[in-house]
């Protein structure tokens, strides 16, 4: 029996706690949570993403592929797609943020380091279209726009395939760091109806899901309709400090004679404590937390054959997630921001958005005679994001303001036809095998930005007096920024596959793409592996990639206010086909080029400590040339040359290809599994990566702004530190899974511990002689916020062969990432971005969230 057909017998046989080829996966799941359907399914029918030719499991493969089944996704005890998937794979990082822009609708989630729109979404294999909002906060992604893993409901999924290299070449723009691919569940017949509930160890967040998924037979032999129903409850978490800044106007040292004035309003000269304002000490103003979150989704997957060669197939869904965000306190004693005749104590903006995403895809496929596969799709999926603001204000209207706005909607729409064919020929020319496969495709994208109330962005007669503009902590779409464009994109690629022998194999790709806004690109792929024993191989890729400006990140030109260092500013970002940019030497986008280079040993050896052990370890290599970033803001008032062009925006920033950047990385997987009798089992399995990435080099700034800056004594580049430090230092760059899982009959107890690396962020305030702060020659003070690993405990009872119940417990030591320094810890200086106690974490860069222990009760009941 070959390694591989062992492999899966063992798997077939007793090893249920794990899904068929999960040689990747670090966090191996309880046998008790797993259907019988799922430990029934036939290992031998996975096909891995990244490969059109034959099944192969990870170790036989040129490139490293993870592969996380259902049952390890819901082992995590996480509740939605994008948090099971953090801990389940060790490349992959996404985490929760706070008071943070397009962040607070769709988590950023970043592969081998790189920015959420260098990897690549599909399901099903085919390509999953984007979320409609650019993320222009100060955080992790900023100015990408993310594809929302949360719109597509955990229960629908079968497993998820992650391939760790590039892959532009196989499935088009995008895919430099690689691609998630969710394959959706197509069982027959039965299903599964499976409810938690949960609460944090501080007493909110309380968490309520339920799901449904069914499926039954359609149509002849292989017909299949299979839905999954999905309703998530999160009621939101709040993690401020209590408030230390100033709440009111100072009083005036004439307020004894002349009593209220119109900026101090108040009939006492302590308005907190004789209005009865935060009556407690101390006492609490911001909203830092976990976003309240309702979820409402329904997924489908189906296939009907009409002959014994051809199958129709569909599949698709429509997600709403109602969230409800926050903004920051906005103080009385903020003048920009007050209009005390409204709020004379402030006021916190709460910030409610509406997510609507669906997608269906309806296609053929069909094999000839001669072995010939053939497939032919068109798919749409759209993405749209309704924002609305209130407990808030326009303060350039002063008393006229209303106090609830609608503040627009962002649309994105994909269409897409694709055809593909792939044949595999055994013995061909005396070689073992090789598949050739070929496709084209045609894509169209459309983004829209519509509007808002008049009032959310009108000029208030307030503005000259320097009164914010539009709608407090969200302004409000101009019609003014409205924008409806759209681009076409066709595609055809060639990919072969040569089986020279049982030892060596030979794969590599060609795809042409072309843009209808800017030409042309073609990406590349070669890889190979050799077995140099049945147990042991090498194996190795190289990689041409590129990735094509977003339509958003082209055409969006919407004002922004966001705080940083405790200071609100409303940033205009500029459409890249707005005139003026040439004026000052700005070039619009033009598609980034990546060359990644990987190589790795993989082994897969029986009968080791009386199991059976996997391993892999990878060293890899990307460059990016011409990386697609945003601008620092520029301030118009420091540059007179912006001033003269932009006379009504106080700040601007734009897109640009200005920086080129290396990633260099060593991703490493061991998993043991073993029966020590027939009641017991064991898997244990531990997974790291570590990946940084730096800018290499950062291109001059462009002479017209150079020259005005200079003017003025000063220098600059269009990427400040801050904005470097987000894409260098904002996310972990080292990550450690490990698991044990072991059952005892129908018992099954699960450990798993996650470690993330440090990370840092820039603060103004901080003080030097802080062992955790860095200054440069400058007294620009960056601060580092220690490595953590937080532990995860559950176990799991089969109490009947249809019912499981699981009692778990997430991060139980309830650790927290490090605050920013502030003096009520002891620190010599407070960080302004700690904002008086209202955000403790950091917005800027993030490690696992800051919600602490979270305890959990679920039961699944499979028919």
């Known amino acids: 029996m070959t390694t591989s057909k062992l492999y899966l017998a063992m798997l077939l046989a007793g090893t249920a706690a794990l899904t068929p080829a999960i040689a990747q996966t670090a966090n191996p799941a309880p046998a008790a949570a797993t259907s019988a359907r799922e430990e029934a ?35 995590t005890g996480q509740t939605d797609l994008g948090q099971q998937l953090q801990f389940t794979s060790p490349s992959f990082n996404s985490a929760k943020y706070g008071v943070n822009g397009a962040t607070n609708y769709a988590d950023p989630a970043s592969l081998r380091g790189l920015g959420p729109d260098q990897v690549l979404l599909l399901i099903n294999g085919k390509r999953r279209h984007q979320f409609s909002a650019l993320n222009l906060n100060v955080a992790p992604g900023r100015g990408t726009v993310v594809s929302d893993l949360n719109a597509i409901p955990s229960a629908a999924i079968k497993r998820i395939e992650v391939l760790r290299d590039g892959a532009a070449a196989q499935y088009g723009s995008d895919a430099i760091a690689g691609i998630v691919n969710l394959v959706l569940n197509d069982g027959a017949e039965g299903g599964t109806v499976d409810v938690t509930a949960g609460i944090f160890h501080e007493g909110d967040g309380e968490t309520y899901r339920a799901a449904l998924n069914h499926g039954f037979r359609l149509g002849g032999e292989g017909g299949f309709f299979n839905y999954t129903l999905e309703f998530f409850d999160f009621a939101g978490t709040n993690r401020s400090d209590t408030f230390d800044g100033a709440l009111y106007p100072a009083t005036p040292a004439t307020y004894a004679t002349t009593g209220p004035t119109v900026n101090f309003p108040y009939a006492t000269a302590n308005p907190r404590v004789d209005r009865g304002v935060y009556p407690t000490t101390p006492f609490v103003v911001g909203n ?179 009164k914010f503009i539009g709608s407090s902590a969200r302004p409000g779409i101009a019609d003014r920024d409205e924008i409806d464009i759209a681009r076409e994109n066709y595609a055809g690629f060639v990919d072969v596959e040569l089986d020279i022998n049982d030892a060596f194999l030979v794969a590599a790709a060609l795809r042409y793409e072309n843009y209808s806004d800017f030409g042309g690109n073609v990406s590349g792929k070669l890889a190979a592996r050799y077995k140099i024993t049945d147990s042991f191989a090498v194996r190795g890729s190289y990689n041409r990639g590129f990735r094509a400006p977003s339509l958003a990140q082209i055409g969006n030109r919407v004002l922004t206010s966001t705080a940083q260092n405790n200071v609100v500013v409303q940033t205009q970002q500029v459409s890249s086909d707005d005139p003026r940019l040439v004026t000052l030497g700005v070039e619009q986008p033009r598609a980034e080029i990546s060359n990644g280079f990987s190589a790795g ?31 620092q803001g520029l301030r118009t008032a420091d540059f007179p040359a912006i001033r003269a062009l932009f006379p009504t925006n106080n700040e601007i920033s734009f897109f640009t290809n200005q920086i080129d950047t290396r990633t260099k990385g060593i991703d490493f997987v061991a998993t043991y599994r073993t029966r020590l009798s027939d009641d017991w089992r064991l898997d244990a399995s531990v997974a790291a990566s570590h990946n940084p990435t730096k800018v290499r080099r950062q291109r001059p700034t462009p002479a017209p702004i150079l020259v005005s800056a200079t003017a003025r004594g000063q220098s600059l580049q269009l990427l400040d530190q801050t904005s470097i430090e987000l894409i260098e230092v904002a996310i972990p760059q080292t990550k450690v899974l490990g698991s044990v899982t072991v059952g005892y009959k129908n018992v099954t107890v699960n450990a798993r511990g996650t470690y993330f690396g440090s990370v840092k962020a820039f603060s103004t305030g901080l003080s030097g002689q802080d062992p955790n702060v860095q200054c440069d020659a400058a007294a620009r003070c960056v601060q580092t916020f220690a490595a953590k690993a937080i532990f995860d405990l559950s176990s799991s009872v089969k109490l009947m062969d ?9 991060n139980i030591f309830n650790t927290y990432p490090d605050k920013y320094n502030n003096r009520r810890d002891g620190f010599l200086g407070e960080a302004a971005s700690y904002s008086n106690g209202q955000v403790p974490y950091s917005r800027n860069s993030n490690q696992f969230g800051f919600n602490g222990a979270y305890y959990y009760l679920s039961a699944a009941f499979s028919f």
């Open 802 to 810: 249809n019912l499981n119940i699981t009692l778990g417990a997430n």
């Open 288 to 466: 830092f937390g976990a976003n309240e979150n309702r979820t409402y989704q329904a997924f489908f997957n189906s296939q009907v054959p009409i002959s014994e060669t051809t199958n129709i197939y569909a599949f698709g869904g429509y997600s709403q997630k109602d969230i409800v965000a926050f903004g920051f306190f906005r103080s009385a004693a903020n003048f920009a921001n007050s209009t005390l005749s409204i709020f004379p104590d402030g006021y916190v903006p709460v910030i409610p958005g509406t997510s609507k995403d669906y997608s269906a895809v309806v296609g053929a496929n069909h094999e000839t005679s001669g072995g010939l596969k053939l497939d032919l799709s068109i798919g749409y999926g759209h993405n749209e994001l309704d924002q609305s603001i209130f407990n808030t204000l326009n303060p350039s209207l002063g008393t006229a303001s209303p106090t609830s706005f609608y503040v627009g909607r962002t649309n994105f729409g994909q269409y897409i036809a694709e055809f593909n064919g792939s044949k595999n020929f055994d013995g061909f020319g005396g070689l073992k095998g090789l598949n050739i496969a070929f496709g084209l495709q045609a894509r169209r994208d459309d983004f829209r930005v519509m509007r808002g109330d008049a009032a959310s962005f009108a000029t208030g007669p307030l503005a000259a007096s320097g």
């Open 41 to 75: 399914e036939p290992a031998a029918e996975i096909l891995v993403v990244g490969s059109r030719g034959r099944a192969r499991t990870d170790v036989d493969r040129p490139v490293p592929v993870d592969v996380v089944g259902a049952p390890e996704l819901r082992a």
């Open 601 to 631: 040993v993989t082994g897969d050896f029986d009968d080791i400590l009386g199991g059976q052990i996997t391993t892999t370890l990878d060293v890899y290599l990307i460059d990016i040339k011409d990386r697609i970033t945003i601008s």
